[in-house]
């Protein structure tokens, strides 16, 4: 089992950037592929980004690709959503997912569907001034 604490989010003009980080406790990270997810007031949760077990690979959501960026660190148990150019469009409830795989299996493919996750952080805020 592992858990999840998000941490990064807050107030940021439009135009502007923050980097969310997510730290996890527990079992190896490395055998966990992890995604981000966020919910705006009144609409679904919506895919954000993904990134594989060894960071080689990465997904994005339309909306963010070009302007956001996943990566993680292994060694330090953390994934991290780097996000510029924020937009009006952009806040919300932002968290990150852990997928448990087993040692063997491939370690380059991510995962952006929601129902394919774990464990779930308790989310950070992102909010957006116009």
């Known amino acids: 089992q592992v858990q999840l604490v998000e941490s990064g989010g807050g107030l940021v003009q439009a135009g502007g950037s923050l980097r969310l980080s997510c730290t996890a406790s527990?079992?190896?990270?490395?055998?966990?592929?992890m995604g981000w997810f966020r919910r705006a007031p009144g609409k679904e949760r919506e895919f954000v980004a993904a990134?594989?077990?060894?960071?080689?690979?990465?997904g994005y959501a339309d909306s963010v690709k070009g302007r956001f960026t996943i990566s993680r660190d292994n060694a330090r148990k953390a994934v991290y959503l780097r996000m510029n150019t924020l937009k009006p469009e952009d806040p919300a409830d932002y968290y990150c997912?852990?997928?448990?795989?087993?040692?063997?299996?491939?370690?380059?493919?991510?995962?952006?569907?929601?129902?394919?996750?774990?464990?779930w952080g308790q989310g950070t805020q992102v909010t957006v001034s116009s």
């Open positions: 527990g079992r190896t990270f490395s055998n966990y592929a």
């Open positions: 997912a852990a997928k448990g795989l087993p040692y063997f299996s491939s370690s380059s493919t991510y995962y952006t569907g929601a129902s394919e996750y774990d464990y």
């Open positions: 990134i594989s077990r060894s960071g080689a690979n990465t």
